[in-house]
């Protein structure tokens, strides 16, 4: 299929691993110009080579900031004025006990997961109404429909851009921008198997993740974690031209761990 995305520009926001990083190197293999976006510029740089290795006719650019600060998006907005896509990946997790998330946690959790996202389609979205085309994804979470009991704060958040996007996605009835939240499941990202090395207990990843689908995510319907690139399949897709009549949904790639048919 032509996803008809060649000569589009995108920005992916937390693009140097991951999630964030597939999307920008599927985008990139279609012929978008990408924004690889990261907090330092090691990280960057070598997101950069990377992409060349995979996609080696990308076009990319390189943005270095912490676009959870204002300071750091009016710098990206001077270099990038415009961008035809914008998908707000960047976010942060970590389990924690609810009686010690405190006040500080919070706060850092929104403004990083939430304001974040906020800002940066604040910024773009009017140059996308002006131009009469855009497209916005927000990469919410499974947890944001089934709040995990290990880090309640981070799916609080991740609720929180659903409505977030289904607000957006209203204020831009009839304009040709589409606003729409992909709700990966548990995927197998560089913060994951971080995440797993500290809580395995020296079990292989393979052993860690056969009892996590046993015991913590059973209704997972694939019984394992998600590639980042299986994520980045849909929002690519979603990004595209020709899905024009997605707008206002919360999309999930989650292997079947919510029940429910819709």
Not at 29 to 56: C, T
Not at 219 to 225: A, G, H
Request: aromatic share 8%; hydrophobic share 45%.
């Amino acid at each position: 299929m032509n996803l008809e995305l060649i000569d589009k520009t995108a920005l992916v926001s937390g693009s140097t691993k991951g999630i964030g990083f597939a999307i920008a190197c599927q985008l990139a293999s279609e012929g978008v110009q990408v924004i690889i976006n990261g907090r330092s510029e090691s990280a960057v740089d070598d997101a950069l080579e990377k992409l060349g290795q995979f996609v080696p006719a990308a076009k990319a650019h390189g943005f270095v900031g912490d676009l959870s600060t204002t300071a750091a998006v009016e710098a990206l907005v001077q270099r990038f004025p415009a961008v035809d896509i914008l998908v707000n990946n960047l976010g942060i997790f970590e389990p924690k006990p609810f009686e010690d998330i405190s006040d500080e946690d919070w706060r850092r959790f929104f403004d990083v997961n939430v304001l974040t996202g906020a800002r940066l389609s604040r910024t773009y979205v009017p140059g996308m109404k002006q131009r009469r085309w855009g497209r916005i994804i927000f990469i919410s979470s499974e947890s944001g429909i089934q709040i995990p009991v290990e880090m309640i704060h981070y799916g609080v958040t991740k609720t929180a851009l659903l409505g977030l996007s289904r607000g957006l996605a209203e204020s831009c009835a009839g304009t040709g921008v589409t606003v729409n939240a992909i709700l990966p499941g548990p995927t197998r990202s560089a913060g994951v198997e971080e995440f797993v090395t500290k809580l395995s207990g020296g079990q292989t990843f393979e052993a860690f993740e056969r009892e996590f689908f046993s015991k913590v995510r059973p209704s997972s319907l694939i019984q394992r974690f998600a590639t980042p690139q299986e994520a980045a399949s849909l929002v690519t897709f979603v990004c595209s031209p020709v899905a024009s009549a997605i707008t206002g949904a919360a999309l999930r790639v989650d292997g079947g761990v919510v029940r429910a048919c819709f």
